[in-house]
C-alpha cells in the first residue's frame, strides 16, 4: 500500500461456518502479493460463507490480525494454520482495500500485451517506412554506378 493512500482498519468478528470462515487468503514472506509487502490478503470470498454473510471483508482487504495475533512477516503456510486453529469465533482486524488500489502485479498479462502489440503496430509503419527509404537509396545509388 503507499505512503500517502489511507483505509479504514476494522474489526470483523466471524464465525466459522461449514464452509470455514469463507475466504481465502495469498501473501506471506514467501508468496509477495504485492511487491515488497509480506502481508495477508483476501484473494477470494466464498459465496456462500460467512464472511460473505458478513459483508464486510472483501477482496484485496489486508488481514492485519487474526484473534489478536499480529499477521507480520509470517510464511503463507504459518499465516493459514493461524487461520485454521483460530477457533470457532474469528475476529479479524482488516485494513480495507483502497478504491481504485490494484493489487498484485503492477499490470496483468492482458494489459502489457496490449501494450506490446500497440508498440507492435506502431513499429511496423516506422520498419517499412525505413525499408522503403533503404531500397530507394540503393536503387538511386545503383543509378549513380
Given at each position: 500500500m503507499s505512503a500517502?493512500?489511507?483505509?479504514?482498519?476494522e474489526e470483523i468478528a466471524l464465525t466459522r461456518g461449514p464452509s470455514g470462515l469463507g475466504f481465502n487468503i495469498i501473501g506471506g514472506t514467501d508468496q509477495d502479493y504485492i511487491a515488497h509487502d509480506s502481508g495477508i490478503y483476501v484473494s477470494s470470498i466464498k459465496e456462500k460463507?460467512?464472511?460473505a454473510?458478513?459483508?464486510r471483508l472483501q477482496e484485496g482487504d489486508q488481514i492485519l490480525e487474526v484473534n489478536g495475533v499480529k499477521l507480520e512477516?509470517?510464511?503463507?503456510?504459518?499465516?493459514?494454520?493461524?487461520?485454521?486453529?483460530?477457533?470457532?469465533?474469528?475476529?479479524?482486524?482488516v485494513r480495507h482495500?483502497?478504491?481504485?488500489?490494484?493489487?498484485?502485479?503492477?499490470?496483468?498479462?492482458?494489459e502489457r500485451d496490449s501494450e506490446d502489440s500497440s508498440l507492435a503496430m506502431l513499429a511496423i509503419p516506422v520498419l517499412?517506412?525505413?525499408?522503403?527509404?533503404?531500397?530507394?537509396?540503393?536503387v538511386k545509388y545503383r543509378q549513380r554506378m
Open positions: 500517502g493512500a489511507l483505509a479504514a482498519v460463507g460467512s464472511a454473510a458478513d459483508g512477516d509470517l510464511l503463507h503456510s504459518a499465516a493459514v494454520d493461524l487461520f485454521r486453529n483460530a477457533g470457532e469465533h474469528v475476529v479479524l482486524k482495500k483502497v478504491q481504485n488500489q490494484q493489487n498484485g502485479p503492477l499490470s496483468t498479462r492482458s517499412l517506412s525505413v525499408a522503403a527509404f533503404a531500397i530507394f537509396a540503393i
